[in-house]
T-cell receptor, first 115, second 111 residues
Framework: KAGVTQTPRYLIKTRGQQVTLSCSPI?????VSWYQQTPGQGLQFLFE???????NKGNFPGRFSGRQFSNSRSEMNVSTLELGDSALYLC??????????????FGPGTRLTVL | EDQVTQSPEALRLQEGESSSLNCSYT??????LFWYRQDPGKGPEFLFT???AGEEKEKERLKATLTKKESFLHITAPKPEDSATYLC????????????FGTGTRLQVFP
């Protein structure tokens, strides 16, 4: 069974640009969550989507947005990039239905560098 | 506020030297406590989920336990390949999958 895939794996952008990251969950999983990982803050929750609806959102500015498609694939977008947005962006998928289905499996991440 | 604290921040062990990692948590109703392993530059790898106090799970040299306030990850006779950062996270009873992570314990095992 294929795992969570994320594209691209690496990105270099300059301040002020925008970026779109993509995540394909494990087949059959309906919930996709996004996290930002930095050395100073660790893993911070960005948002969660379930059946194309945003179910929860973390404490990040409105420049961070996301969406989920009918096939459960998800994208996140960061507009007007700042230097502090440099991080490893991780996507996780789960069955989303509670019980053992809430176990989340992570992709390899997208390493974003903002210059 | 839901919170997770892991200790120690870093741990150096000789191969074969058993030890434990601690994860203390505060959450408004625990749905599950998760342990992950993360290697540099990679995504976290799922290890265990614990759901209720008294529960224990094992996988090779790792054993996770859970109380009402904390979880321990016991590493028995570690090998150099066990070197990684171990992350603990909690999930609350609020019908979402949001994980609240600790800052991790960086484990180094020397031959």
């Amino acid at each position: 069974k294929a795992g969570v895939t994320q594209t691209p794996r690496y990105l270099i952008k300059t301040r002020g640009q925008q970026v779109t990251l993509s995540c394909s969950p494990i087949s059959g999983h309906r919930s996709v969550s996004w996290y930002q990982q930095t050395p100073g803050q660790g893993l911070q929750f960005l948002f969660e989507y379930f059946s194309e609806t945003q179910r929860n959102k973390g404490n990040f500015p409105g420049r961070f947005s996301g969406r989920q498609f009918s096939n459960s694939r998800s994208e996140m977008n960061v507009s007007t990039l700042e230097l502090g947005d440099s991080a490893l962006y991780l996507c996780a998928s789960s069955g989303g239905a509670g019980g053992s289905y809430n176990e989340q499996f992570f992709g390899p991440g997208t390493r974003l560098t903002v210059l | 506020e839901d919170q997770v604290t892991q200790s120690p921040e870093a741990l150096r062990l000789q191969e074969g030297e058993s030890s434990s990692l601690n994860c203390s948590y505060t959450v408004s109703g625990l749905r599950g406590l998760f342990w992950y392993r993360q290697d540099p530059g990679k995504g976290p790898e799922f290890l265990f989920t614990l759901y209720s106090a008294g529960e224990e799970k094992e996988k090779e040299r790792l054993k996770a336990t859970l109380t009402k306030k904390e979880s321990f990850l016991h590493i028995t006779a570690p090998k150099p390949e066990d070197s990684a950062t171990y992350l603990c996270a909690v999930q609350a009873l609020n019908n979402t999958d949001k994980l609240i992570f600790g800052t991790g314990t960086r484990l180094q095992v020397f031959p």
